[in-house]
């Protein structure tokens, strides 16, 4: 991030790779789940905006008010990638 080193868990990678990867679509709450953790895990929710939580720290100039990792309430979460200059 602006230059330096992020140090990302293995289930942070797993869950900003999917967002990358499909920058720009909206990915559901149960795909998240079963790319980061596995399918059996669709349901938690909460562990899916802990950890976007905890990305946003990481990622995000200010996390309150995310500019990369977008919600889309009662849907999922979206990656907007930064504006080129």
Same mark, same amino acid.
């Given at each position: 991030m602006r230059g330096q080193p992020v140090d990302l868990t293995g289930t942070e990678y797993r869950l900003l790779y999917t967002l990358v990867r499909n920058a720009g679509q909206i990915m559901t709450h149960e795909v998240l789940l079963a790319r980061a953790w596995g399918r059996?895990?669709?349901?938690?929710?909460?562990?899916?905006?802990?950890y976007i939580h905890r990305l946003r720290l990481k990622l995000e100039?200010?996390?309150?008010?995310?500019?990369?990792?977008?919600? *889309?309430?009662?849907?999922?979460?979206?990656?907007?990638?930064?504006?080129? *200059?």
């Open positions: 059996e895990y669709t349901d938690e929710i909460s562990y899916l905006k802990s100039p200010d996390p309150h008010r995310p500019e990369y990792i977008l919600t *889309e309430h009662g849907v999922g979460y979206w990656f907007r990638p930064a504006a080129e *200059e």
